[in-house]
């Protein structure tokens, strides 16, 4: 469940602030998070089970009733309803007017021409966030790989939008939120072996009544299986995967799995999905391949200090990166296995 408490990178409140007008007594106040509310009542939460959504304060209130509008999608009608009363009794009793989402945000500023707009689709509820700088875009991303309250779908296509981005917009990104992106835009392939122990995991933790859902996870070993040895062999697509990832993070969301992973119990985008785009992409850009067969990156030129090695053993100066990759790359075999050697002496003597 994400509320305003759990939000720690405020990118839902800054997709709010776009939505809505924010009052003042909202952003005049200091938001609240897990440590100072550990000493809350349960009473002081709309969802006191989970101790989320918390009515203490009339900012809280306002923003919980917000978030809750954020959350319904993942809520059962029956929970969605209950937090809802809860919210406005806290709402009536305090004299807070909650915020209407379904009226026009009033004096809204014009977006600027050059921000770029990621739209986000929940079951129907669609809302467009306007980017307009890389710490934006970085809000942006972190909110879409953490917020695992939305559908993996919903997920995929904003991931999408963010990697499809001008390459500016996204140069605060780090790798590993990029590799979770292309992870979840189900740009990668993966092996039959990583989709069908994602499968095993959940398929095991079915017990009592829970058991029906286990049948669908064997319907999906099934197919998987079937689709490996009639298309790819061991290797599995993009698509066959989407189609997986997605019916994985059902299952975990009905059964409320979502909220036990761990480093060993991913979500499942994350299991099957071992090779991405952006890992291709990157290893190309990195890596140099020598004519004696073996392949460095330019991280190992650096740590060698390979143009330095270049000039000293063979007199051929370079005047920067790129200069010095082409020299290496146009080595003959012999020097190149030369070279390969100072470099794997000099990476070994620094990481020991």
Not at 118 to 142: I, L, N, Q, R
Not at 207 to 215: A, W
Not at 235 to 244: A, D, R, V
Request: hydrophobic residues 40%; charged residues 25%; proline residues 5%.
């Amino acid at each position: 469940m994400f509320d305003h408490v759990s939000d720690t990178n405020n990118a839902t409140l800054y997709q709010i602030s776009q939505e809505v007008n924010l009052p003042e007594f909202v952003k005049e106040a200091s938001l609240p998070d897990a440590d100072s509310l550990k000493d809350l009542p349960p009473a002081g939460f709309a969802y006191p089970e989970m101790r989320r959504f918390p009515i203490h304060t009339k900012a809280d209130i306002w923003l919980s009733a917000a978030y809750l509008h954020k959350s319904a999608s993942a809520l059962s009608p029956c929970t969605f309803q209950g937090i809802q009363a809860a919210v406005e009794s806290a709402a009536e009793l305090w004299g807070v007017d909650l915020p209407r989402f379904d009226t026009p945000k009033e004096a809204s500023i014009e977006e600027p021409a050059s921000a770029y707009s990621v739209v986000f689709d929940v079951g129907g509820d669609t809302h467009t966030t306007y980017v307009s700088s890389p710490e934006e875009m970085t809000k942006v991303a972190a909110h879409i790989v953490e917020n695992d309250d939305y559908p993996y779908m919903a997920r995929q296509a904003s991931a999408r939008q963010v990697i499809a981005a001008p390459a500016a917009m996204k140069g605060d990104i780090t790798n590993e939120v990029m590799c979770s992106l292309h992870k979840l835009a189900g740009y990668g392939v993966g092996t039959l072996e990583a989709a069908r122990r994602a499968v095993r995991q959940r398929r095991n933790a079915m017990q009592g009544p829970l058991k029906s859902v286990g049948v669908e996870m064997d319907e999906l070993d099934g197919i998987l299986k079937a689709a490996a040895s009639e298309e790819t062999g061991n290797l599995l697509g993009p698509e066959l995967l989407s189609k997986t990832a997605a019916m994985l993070d059902a299952v975990d969301r009905v059964t409320s799995m979502c909220d036990r992973y761990t480093d060993t119990f991913r979500p499942g985008y994350e299991q099957i999905f071992q090779t991405t785009t952006h890992d291709v992409d990157s290893f190309a850009k990195e890596a140099v391949e020598l004519r004696c067969g073996e392949v460095i990156s330019r991280q190992d030129l650096r740590v060698a200090k390979a143009g330095a090695w270049l000039e000293r053993c063979f007199g051929e100066k370079t005047a920067n990166e790129d200069e010095l990759v082409d020299a290496v790359k146009a080595m003959s075999s012999r020097r190149s296995e030369i070279l390969y050697s100072h470099i794997r002496s000099a990476v070994d003597e620094v990481s020991g």
